[in-house]
């Protein structure tokens, strides 16, 4: 009888916002099986910790200094694809700026809390999406820009 050994999944958060990284940092790290092994307040800065620390998935947010998301999300996917969840106050569902994500290649798409939502359901929700996105095998191959089949 083989025993395994369960590993927790490990999550990167890119926020400009120091608040929304300490309060996503503190909430996730309260589920079972989830363990933020880092944060970054930008593009760049996430670019080096992708690669030290290997997460398995990336919360990231749509309006940062230096690079907005969308823009790193698609050079993300080219060199180094992995499950990204957006998470952002400008994604409302259906959105423009939620499809050019999904478009990007985040596997979800989801709004930040706000006065409607509180913060412990909105961190119980990212949790349960993160431990989707950590199932998920992204190859760069599925990162190509999709092409339609009409003339």
């Given at each position: 009888?083989?025993?395994?050994?369960?590993?927790?999944?490990?999550?990167?958060?890119?926020?400009?916002?120091?608040?929304?990284?300490?309060?996503?940092?503190?909430?996730?790290?309260?589920?079972?099986?989830?363990?933020?092994?880092?944060?970054?307040?930008?593009?760049?800065?996430?670019?080096?910790?992708?690669?030290?620390?290997?997460?398995?998935?990336?919360?990231?947010?749509?309006?940062?200094?230096?690079?907005?998301?969308?823009?790193?999300?698609?050079?993300?996917?080219?060199?180094?694809?992995?499950?990204?969840?957006?998470?952002?106050?400008?994604?409302p569902k259906g959105g423009k700026t939620a499809m050019e994500a999904l478009a990007a290649g985040a596997v979800?798409?989801?709004?930040?809390?706000?006065?409607?939502?509180?913060?412990?359901?909105?961190?119980?929700?990212?949790?349960?999406?993160?431990?989707?996105?950590?199932?998920?095998?992204?190859?760069?191959?599925?990162?190509?820009?999709?092409?339609?089949?009409?003339?």
């Amino acid at each position: 009888m083989a025993i395994t050994l369960k590993t927790k999944i490990k999550v990167l958060i890119v926020d400009d916002s120091a608040i929304v990284r300490k309060v996503l940092s503190r909430q996730l790290n309260q589920h079972r099986g989830i363990e933020v092994i880092g944060t970054a307040p930008d593009p760049y800065v996430a670019r080096d910790k992708i690669v030290a620390l290997e997460p398995d998935v990336l919360t990231l947010d749509v309006e940062m200094p230096r690079m907005d998301g969308i823009t790193f999300l698609r050079k993300l996917m080219k060199s180094h694809p992995m499950p990204v969840i957006v998470l952002s106050s400008l994604t409302p569902k259906g959105g423009k700026t939620a499809m050019e994500a999904l478009a990007a290649g985040a596997v979800e798409v989801m709004s930040k809390p706000g006065p409607a939502y509180s913060v412990g359901d909105a961190c119980n929700a990212l949790a349960e999406k993160i431990k989707t996105a950590s199932r998920i095998r992204i190859n760069k191959r599925a990162t190509v820009q999709h092409q339609s089949n009409t003339p």
